[in-house]
């Protein structure tokens, strides 16, 4: 059973930059991962996801030209680069493991995740 465990996860101001990792307590079963966030009020949305396989990359409009996802296999840790951070990226950050293809879902759909860590918070100032 996969365990996830984010870190990195902080306060800066606007335009900084932080780098949050996620390690996953085994490797074999991982097909994708995402990372989401959840702001106070709002919904759980996706902010990147990426195929473990073929390192192919996802990111919502919001993050795109900002955020980068990349994996380290050999440490069984997926990496979130948060860069030009603003005031709205403050939320709660979840990485999340799915061990299925899930061929058809898109991979901002949460359903399409078994797997999730407890979350770090990101705070932007402006």
């Known amino acids: 059973q996969a365990q996830l465990v984010e870190s990195g996860g902080g306060s800066v101001q606007a335009g900084g930059s932080l780098r949050l990792s996620c390690a996953a307590s085994?490797?074999?079963?991982?097909?994708?991962m995402g990372w989401f966030r959840q702001a106070p009020g709002k919904e759980r949305e996706g902010v990147a996801g990426i195929y473990i396989r073929l390192g192919t990359t996802y990111y919502a409009d919001s993050v795109k030209g900002r955020f980068a996802i990349s994996q380290d296999n050999a440490k069984n840790t997926v990496y979130l680069q948060m860069n030009s951070l603003k005031p709205e990226d403050t939320a709660m950050y979840y990485c999340?493991?799915?061990?299925?293809?899930?061929?058809?879902?898109?991979?901002?759909?949460?359903?399409?995740?078994?797997?999730w860590g407890q979350g770090t918070q990101v705070t932007v100032s402006s």
């Open positions: 085994e490797n074999t079963s991982r097909k994708f």
């Open positions: 999340a493991a799915s061990t299925s293809y899930a061929y058809g879902t898109p991979w901002s759909d949460v359903g399409r995740y078994n797997y």
